[in-house]
């Protein structure tokens, strides 16, 4: 029989040799850059001859089972599984050993029929990242033992196979059928459409900038789910931004009702949790207990098809996974390997540890990528690859009660405070960047990191918040240290001394991501296609220098299929909202509000660039016309809050939104016709002039010779038009967008307006030079 399933080999042992517990006790993993430097430390040490990343690959049936072994020593014929860890090798759990036995055992196998060798050694190589010590477990097998052991992985996967087989077929076939679900197509969503499908095709990248009110979500997934079998895609992934995003691109998959297209929705952990007080391992949580072995049938039931389509939403896995006694966050992750559509936010793929990528990478899928709402992934990367260790958490773990009452931790944590106050008394400035970590400190820091590595390996039931939080944060510091590179910088922040204080606070050390391209561009790459689309993308250059994009990317602009007479833009030429005209500018703005609203009573936005300016000209507008309605967003507002804001906006409703620009209610809402008429704009949405925005202008101006504009310029207009795009939804849409300062006259702010807008001459000053305080 020709083999007609691909199966790496990691993923056939994964699937077929994984038994017991789901067992993830807080001991840290090496690193990627620890791991990789590992496995060159081995091979160093090794002969001349000896052979590292064999590619192998071997048949049975219907399967082809491909992969790459660590090493081979054709001298002593011995093939090596080489592992990297941190602690001690004999708190390993032995599930672990026996899935590296069998990963082994498998390129055992694969070798020999690829040289006709009658028996190899097997060896388990373990190398301590501490010590660089290794531990050596060899076995010798048999050309028949290994083929057997190859024989009994397939079998027990190969049903499984054949129904995939039997799956990718029938939605293949069902994809090339779609049709789609609406009469035609809205204004501006062909052209989009005939984009996303042409770049599937040539496998390439498109930067898609699309009006709002067209139906982005169902404009991209719909070419790409046609395009799939053409493009021989595996897998499609929807990377959403916020919540909002990823319940538009449920809704619109249910809508296309593709019959056996299999869709998940990935949640973060702590909303898929059942027993957030308990650790992640079976002697703590029941539903850890016995995993791998309750699994297959959690796995079948979820994956059986049950309707005339199946979308894997967080409330059936979790029912799926209760019904089962399974752990419903990590079933969803087990399910990714099998699901065609898979909903999640930016980290799933785009994190330096991502599920997607990582389990594309080991499968060597062809993936097609959307990126929703991409303006966000500039910030979002930031923080994705950012990371701050702060005063009071290690002050916590030092407080706590283990800490407290073992030796050894208490005496890690002081060393890496005394380590952190000398850092401080050598730095007299309030903000201080560095040129690279110091050492002494990173050194101390790596001890504390394994000392709570070997406690909780040692005392698995162990439970501390506070040490576990420190943990985190230190991991991340660390890890993100070995990557310091011109695309971050290290800065050490000082507060100020308080009233009556001798000296200034601990500082806090952080690891900042300034431009997220060298981490973005080869997650972009690793995909077959991918189209990251937005309705402000402008200009393109500043995009595709932050987010990384290929050289070759294909670029589009949908034309508005709105009509200028639908939107009247204002300009506020006479009204300042600098800082230091602030106070002058609350009466003219509360004049401006009452006096549209007098003219065109309806529901309005009023966007403002802090919480306190909203207040400052929310209680003005209250005290001068107490008889207009409004209400206001809140610091961290719930959920429940955000909602009962939005549900003021009625067909019938009359009122003010007080909101903060960029915040919740400035993109990803949806308020059509009467539900809302205007926007009032009282800020150009610029980042404050700070020591950090310094940094980072410096930091632009040296890669791309555009400091101001990179900085503070293209990131505030892009928050101004996501958020006056609020207003014109539909066709049928009328309102006013008031732009509230003198700024918005200048042509260069103006060339970032969509030009739909079509501003007039007489509401234009002379261009100036920026900055723009």
């Not at 430097?37 to 491909?66: F, K, M, N, W």
């Not at 709570?452 to 698995?460: L, N, R, S, V, Y």
């Not at 509000?593 to 529901?603: D, H, K, L, V």
Request: hydrophobic residues 40%; positive net charge.
């Amino acid at each position: 029989m020709n083999p007609r399933y691909t199966v790496a080999v990691r993923e056939l042992c994964e699937f077929a040799a994984k038994q017991g517990d789901l067992d993830l006790r807080f001991t840290p993993a090496p690193s990627a850059l620890e791991g990789m430097a590992g496995h060159a430390l081995v091979a160093a040490r090794r002969g001349p001859g000896y052979q590292t990343e064999l590619s192998l690959q071997g048949d049975h049936g219907a399967l082809r089972v491909r992969g790459r072994a660590d090493g081979y020593d054709p001298a002593r014929q011995r093939l090596e599984e080489v592992k990297t860890h941190k602690g001690r090798l004999d708190r390993q759990p032995p599930s672990h050993r026996q899935l590296h036995w069998a990963q082994a055992k498998v390129y055992g196998w694969l070798l020999c029929r690829q040289q006709d060798l009658a028996a190899l050694d097997i060896a388990l190589v373990y190398l301590d990242i501490g010590s660089q010590q290794e531990t050596v477990f060899t076995e010798r097998c048999s050309a028949g033992e290994l083929r057997q052991h190859f024989e009994q992985q397939c079998e027990r996967f190969l049903a499984w196979a054949e129904q995939q087989l039997a799956h990718r077929g029938a939605r293949d076939a069902a994809l090339q059928a779609l049709a789609f679900p609406f009469d035609g197509f809205r204004a501006g969503q062909r052209p989009l459409a005939e984009a996303v499908y042409k770049a599937a095709n040539a496998g390439r990248c498109l930067l898609a900038q699309a009006p709002t009110g067209i139906g982005k979500t169902l404009g991209t997934l719909f070419p790409l789910l046609k395009a799939a079998p053409g493009a021989k895609l595996d897998k499609l992934f929807f990377l959403a931004a916020k919540t909002s995003g990823r319940q538009l691109a449920l809704d619109a998959l249910e809508r296309l009702a593709v019959g056996p297209l299999r869709v998940l929705e990935l949640v973060a952990r702590d909303k898929a949790c059942e027993h957030p007080d308990k650790a992640c391992h079976g002697e703590s949580c029941p539903l850890a207990r016995g995993f791998y072995d309750r699994l297959p049938a959690a796995r079948a039931a979820a994956l059986a098809p049950s309707a005339e389509r199946l979308v894997l939403h967080r409330a059936r896995v979790r029912d799926v996974a209760l019904q089962h006694d399974v752990c419903p966050y990590y079933l969803s992750q087990e399910l990714a390997r099998w699901a065609d559509v898979v909903v999640g936010d930016y980290n799933y793929y785009f994190d330096l540890g991502a599920l997607l990528h990582g389990l594309a990478q080991a499968n060597l899928w062809r993936v097609g990528l959307l990126v929703d709402e991409a303006h966000n992934l500039v910030e979002r990367g930031r923080r994705m690859y950012s990371a701050e260790l702060r005063p009071d958490t290690l002050a916590e773990a030092r407080r706590s009660v283990t800490a407290q009452t073992v030796p050894a931790l208490k005496k890690a944590l002081d060393k890496l405070r005394r380590c952190w106050a000398a850092l401080d008394r050598d730095q007299s400035l309030p903000y201080q960047v560095h040129a690279a970590f110091p050492a002494p400190l990173r050194a101390a820091l790596q001890l504390a990191c394994a000392t709570i590595g070997e406690h909780d390996a040692e005392h698995p039931q162990t439970q501390d918040a506070a040490l576990r939080a420190f943990h985190f944060e230190a991991l991340q510091l660390l890890r993100l240290a070995e990557l310091l590179d011109t695309h971050s910088l290290l800065d050490v922040t000082r507060p100020p001394a308080g009233a009556g204080a001798h000296r200034a606070a601990p500082s806090t050390l952080c690891i900042r991501n300034l431009v997220p391209a060298p981490f973005l561009a080869p997650r972009l790459a690793a995909a077959h296609t991918s189209t990251l689309f937005s309705a402000t993308l402008q200009p393109r250059l500043y995009y595709a220098d932050l987010l990384g994009l290929p050289a070759d990317h294909a670029v589009i602009d949908v034309a508005s299929p709105f009509q200028p007479g639908q939107l009247r833009v204002e300009i506020a030429r006479h009204i300042s909202t600098r800082y230091r005209h602030r106070a002058a500018s609350l009466d003219p703005i509360v004049a401006l509000i009452a006096r549209e609203f007098e003219a065109r009573p309806g529901n309005y936005l009023a966007f403002f660039s802090s919480y306190d300016y909203l207040e400052q000209v929310a209680d003005r507008l209250a005290a001068r016309h107490p008889q207009l309605p409004s209400w206001r967003q809140s610091r961290r507002m719930p959920e429940a809050e955000r909602q009962r804001f939005l549900a003021r906006f009625t067909d019938t409703g009359q009122g003010i939104g007080f909101a903060v620009l960029g915040g919740a209610f400035s993109e990803g809402i949806d308020l059509p016709g009467r539900r809302l008429i205007g926007a009032f704009l009282s800020t150009l949405g610029l980042p404050q002039v700070n020591p950090v925005n310094e940094q980072i202008r410096a930091r632009m101006q040296a890669m791309f010779g555009a400091g101001d504009d990179y900085t503070y310029l293209y990131p505030g207009l892009q928050k101004v038009v996501q958020a006056a795009g609020r207003v014109i939804r539909t066709p049928d849409d009328r309102g006013v967008v008031h732009l509230i300062d003198d700024r918005y006259a200048r042509r260069e702010v103006q060339a970032l307006l969509p030009a739909w807008w079509m501003l007039t001459p007489s509401q234009r000053l002379p261009a100036k030079t920026y900055p723009f305080g």
